[in-house]
């Protein structure tokens, strides 16, 4: 199972980014999704969760600017982020919890995407 996050990038202060991450390999069930960042120096922190039933979650300082979504048919998750501040500067990571069919059963993982960088310039 690959996770490839896309969609990052140089924005000024007050715009928008459309992350999106989709999932590839032998899937059986993608459960919970998530997005997390990590700035220079700061430990990675959750930006977002929605479970496969599309109940989402938000950090606290983010609700409001940020939107998670899913597209279960696609295998892809989407972070819509809106009124982008300087301080939102980071790698942004999907994450996902994913049910695969292995050699002697099916397995529930925990996959992540390599990173995708989002610079807010003021």
């Known amino acids: 199972v690959q996770l490839q996050a896309s969609g990052g990038g140089l924005v000024q202060a007050g715009g928008s980014l459309r992350l999106s991450c989709a999932a590839s390999?032998?899937?059986?069930?993608?459960?919970?999704v998530g997005w997390y960042r990590q700035a220079p120096g700061q430990q990675r922190e959750l930006v977002a969760t929605?479970?496969?039933?599309?109940?989402?979650n938000y950090a606290d300082s983010l609700k409001g600017r940020f939107t998670i979504s899913r597209d279960n048919a696609k295998n892809t998750m989407y972070l819509q982020m809106n009124s982008l501040k300087p301080e939102d500067t980071a790698v942004y990571y999907c994450?996902?919890?994913?049910?695969?069919?292995?050699?002697?059963?099916?397995?529930?993982?925990?996959?992540w995407g390599q990173g995708t960088q989002v610079t807010v310039s003021s």
């Open positions: 994450n996902a919890q994913i049910t695969t069919d292995q050699l002697f059963g099916r397995r529930t993982g925990d996959y």
């Open positions: 929605i479970t496969s039933s599309g109940s989402t």
């Open positions: 390999g032998s899937i059986v069930r993608i459960n919970a």
